[in-house]
């Protein structure tokens, strides 16, 4: 079969198992086959799986191409099987066909594609885990045993759309403090009047440094929480915030310009999920210009986040549809999203051999 049927063929056997994350064992065994069928050396740790294409030499560049085979739980919404794989009007329908197991088999497709040929690079195929959740045991848990990338390729639905810098997430628990007192005296000071001053801020705030490609870092109050009792002025008063954060910013940086303008105390659940942008002047750019490649800044998160070298994120299927009910891919999504990677790590390869 030919690097089309192989892809959809792969697509399917991964929809039919169940692969929630940190419950991809199964699919995990169906990618490390894929490639001993075809005798490609495996790597795995825990549910991520990799494979190189050999021989590495250390002298070369690497790029690094990466997407996940984890998938959210399906909503109440569908109305076919989630892990029956339905072909229907030009579509392949299924639980993760979209995202992102159409872009993870189009990468292997084409990481087969170039497996014995004579590259400018070092080629490097990893089917990561818990991508959905951004898990510590999924592609984070395995930087370390990598080399280190000039560029990684993360395969997400982007309609193939190169997304050259992506939006970084910060969720923070604040705490604000008043003083407890009976409700029907004027005793106490009122937590949820103090945070109501915040929260004001917080409604209007305008973050100072503006992304070329992702525009304004964002903060919005989702959660709030305050009092037990009904006759009780509460002293603690907690929300939570969830902060969109793009290149223009670090985390710790978007931290510090909330801090200087609330009262409440501010407490980040973690300080991992960074923005991403491609360095200027970095060959990837030059790529997509020849090929005439939409660029644009993406606010959804991925692997990009926790990949700490130059990325880009591009793909077959459409955002859109993640996570919806009755989650399909186009079959001829399949076929050019295997044609438009080749084309692009084929132009890579011309360009650095013509700098070098």
Same mark, same amino acid.
Request: with cysteine; net charge negative; glycine share 6%.
């Given at each position: ?36 069928a075809r005798d490609i050396e495996v790597h795995k740790s825990?549910?991520? !799986?990799? =494979? ?10 690497? !790029? ?87 560029? =990684? ?10 997304? %050259? ?16 007192? +009976? ?11 103090? =945070? ?5 801020? !917080? ?20 959660? !709030? ?61 030059? %790529? ?34 993640? +996570? ?31 700098t070098n």
């Amino acid at each position: 079969m030919g690097l089309y049927d192989d892809a959809v063929q792969l697509l399917k056997q991964l929809i039919e198992i169940p692969s929630y994350s940190r419950e991809e064992s199964s699919t995990a065994e169906v990618l490390e086959e894929f490639f001993t069928a075809r005798d490609i050396e495996v790597h795995k740790s825990g549910n991520n !799986i990799w =494979a190189f294409t050999a021989p590495f030499d250390k002298s070369k560049p690497t !790029i690094w191409l990466n997407s996940h085979h984890d998938t959210v739980k399906p909503n109440a919404g569908y109305t076919k099987d989630p892990f029956h794989a339905i072909t229907q009007d030009g579509k392949l329908f299924g639980l993760g066909s979209n995202d992102a197991g159409g872009p993870l088999v189009c990468l292997m497709a084409a990481f087969t594609h170039f497996y014995e040929e004579d590259l400018p690079y070092n080629l490097i195929m990893i089917a990561s885990a818990e991508e959905e959740i951004s898990g510590k045991n999924g592609i984070a848990s395995v930087i370390d045993q990598l080399p280190p990338c000039d560029l =990684a390729i993360v395969g997400e639905p982007t309609l193939m759309e190169m997304a %050259v810098a992506e939006k970084g997430l910060m969720v923070i628990d604040a705490k604000v403090y008043g003083k407890a007192g +009976h409700a029907a005296r004027e005793e106490g000071v009122n937590s949820i009047y103090l =945070a109501l001053d915040d929260l004001q801020k !917080i409604k209007d705030f305008e973050f100072q440094k503006v992304s070329q490609f992702l525009g304004k870092t964002k903060v919005s109050a989702t959660v !709030i929480h305050a009092g037990e009792q009904h006759n009780v002025v509460p002293d603690l008063c907690e929300f939570v915030l969830d902060v969109r954060v793009t290149d223009a910013y670090s985390l710790e940086e978007a931290l510090e310009e909330l801090k200087s303008n609330l009262s409440a105390a501010l407490i980040p659940r973690s300080l991992r999920l960074q923005s991403s942008h491609v360095p200027e002047g970095h060959l990837i750019l030059k %790529v997509g210009e020849q090929l005439e490649l939409k660029t644009y800044g993406s606010p959804t998160l991925s692997d990009q986040a926790l990949i700490p070298y130059p990325s880009v994120k591009i793909g077959p299927g459409d955002s859109a549809r993640s +996570h919806s009910a009755d989650e399909y891919i186009y079959l001829n999504e399949i076929q050019k999203g295997i044609e438009g990677y080749i084309k692009i790590l084929d132009t890579y390869a011309e360009m650095l051999t013509q700098t070098n």
